[in-house]
């Protein structure tokens, strides 16, 4: 830390002071270069708050979002194999009410139904919620109560709306309560209603643009899906967010060297001198050869003369090396970006071996499990299952509400199924893991397999089909396998 004059006067009269001086300015030197302001770098909007980001940019950075998915092949596979794996056949609950049975046999009819616009089925509609938050950063699932002569099982159907039918210009206070992007806060900080359109702004027929306004609906009756990532954050912004720019440089990119490739598949000849001495065809002029420059096409297969004096040059264009590596690497970077791996955003696996293959697959897996635990089952599948029992008990179907529930994901395939349950028997053997501990990681409750094991035995047992099992897989009825081991027997 250099010392100014300033510092040199005071430490003259009191050397003490001076040296505090030198020592608190050298506190005041940043202890990061990432902090320096030396490189000139200012980031877009410092400080802005998660609802501000998103009142500036999300609507743009949806619009892009969408145009990728429609339009590029990589981005629109990635986000099913995304949903693929996420959601499957389905997130499905089982009830842990003491009427469980019955439970789960009326979510199995309603779900069936339960799509307000007719068009899939309960986990259907799951897929279609969460392809729509990927995409577009978030989606909004209307509850919508019907009536008994509706004829469903459960006086209840859903509608999932594009985010599009929030009303996000809608901004200011209502009473003590605020409205921040469509969405109205109570004085205390909970979502209280959400400000819907009355038809999608996009929507090209039906009620004239402006004759359409928003309303309140209250947020009893809105599921608003999203997977929030900032303190505070009140909407989401898409998956997609952090490759657009990338994706799109990448296809200017594969878009010039399509062009260069055409080029080099075609001669193309510069001619210089007199267009008169050529030989043209009836059709064509001396004064529209002049004005275009265009003198014709090569005879193939035959020896032309050219006049005295004409020069030709021959384009031949240069291939330009790396493209296939550079295009990998770009494709690398953005399935990280979007959070899939890269055989899943393109289908190449001719370059992974299994070793790789695996430890990418199991990094992808956990991060799946994280959104369906953290983001999915709490922000959809929950709050539809309390709407359904509601809908029960309002529909007479169940005397009291039991919200109790167990959720079941996807089973994930085995990558080498022998090897992976040979290596898990072997740590069940040696002490290493328990049985109850695999069928946690592999996402089921030990105590409801246990039972099924249990319900199963004695009914095989019962119906006489255990001793042809045995036999079918050991060579043995029950009865031989108890004369074997007793001597007094045989």
């Not at 307000?116 to 309960?122: F, H, Q, S, T």
């Not at 898409?238 to 010039?256: M, S």
């Not at 992974?352 to 992808?364: C, D, G, I, P, Q």
């Not at 994901?409 to 349950?421: C, E, F, G, I, R």
């Amino acid at each position: 830390m250099a010392v100014n004059i300033l510092d040199r006067l005071i430490g003259v009269f009191s050397p003490d002071a001076g040296l505090r001086r030198v020592r608190a300015r050298a506190l005041l030197a940043r202890a990061y270069e990432g902090a320096s302001p030396r490189d000139g770098w200012r980031p877009r909007r410092g400080g802005a708050s998660a609802n501000s980001d998103h009142m500036a940019d999300a609507t743009m950075l949806r619009m892009r979002a969408r145009a990728l998915v429609q339009n590029v092949p990589y981005i629109s596979r990635g986000l099913e194999s995304l949903v693929a794996n996420v959601i499957g056949t389905g997130i499905t609950p089982r009830s842990l009410a003491p009427s469980a049975e019955s439970i789960d046999k009326l979510w199995n009819e309603w779900a069936e139904v339960a799509d307000a616009d007719g068009r899939c089925n309960l986990y259907g509609l799951q897929a279609v919620a969460h392809r729509a938050m990927e995409q577009d950063g978030e989606v909004l699932i209307r509850l919508r109560t019907r009536r008994p002569e509706d004829g469903l099982p459960v006086p209840l159907q859903l509608q999932v709306l594009e985010i599009d039918w929030l009303d996000s210009s809608r901004m200011g206070a209502n009473g003590a309560n605020t409205i921040i992007n469509g969405i109205e806060y109570d004085p205390l900080g909970r979502v209280f209603a959400y400000w819907l359109w009355d038809q999608h702004p996009g929507e090209m027929g039906g009620v004239r643009r402006s004759r359409a306004a928003s309303h309140p609906v209250d947020a009893r009756g809105i599921i608003h899906l999203f997977n929030p990532q900032r303190p505070g954050q009140g909407r989401g912004f898409t998956r997609l967010a952090p490759i657009i720019a990338r994706v799109r440089d990448l296809q200017l990119y594969e878009d010039a060297e399509q062009q260069r490739k055409n080029l080099e598949t075609r001669l193309g000849v510069i001619a210089s001198g007199d267009p008169a001495a050529m030989s043209l065809s009836d059709s064509e002029s001396i004064d529209k050869v002049r004005a275009s420059g265009e003198l014709g096409t090569l005879a193939s297969g035959s020896i032309t003369q050219v006049p005295v004096g004409m020069n030709l040059t021959l384009i031949e264009p240069k291939a330009a090396p790396g493209y296939v590596e550079y295009v990998k690497h770009q494709l690398h970077l953005i399935a990280a970006g979007m959070g899939v791996t890269y055989e899943m955003l393109t289908g190449d696996v001719k370059e992974v071996n299994f070793s790789s293959a695996r430890v990418a697959l199991l990094e992808f897996r956990r991060n799946a499990e994280q959104l369906q635990w953290i983001t999915l089952i709490p922000g959809m599948c929950a709050p539809i299952w309390r709407a359904f029992i509601d809908a029960a008990v309002l529909g007479g179907k169940l005397d009291r509400p039991d919200y109790r529930v167990d959720w079941s994901t996807p089973k994930w395939a085995y990558v080498n199924p022998v090897q992976d349950v040979a290596a898990d028997l072997d740590e069940i053997s040696g002490g290493l893991s328990s049985i109850s501990e695999k069928l946690r990681q592999r996402g089921y409750k030990p105590e409801l397999v246990f039972a099924e094991l249990k319900r199963d035995m004695e009914r095989l047992k019962a119906d006489g089909t255990l001793d042809l099992l045995l036999m079918l897989q050991k060579g043995r009825t029950l009865e031989m396998a108890k004369a074997q081991s007793n001597p007094a027997q045989q």
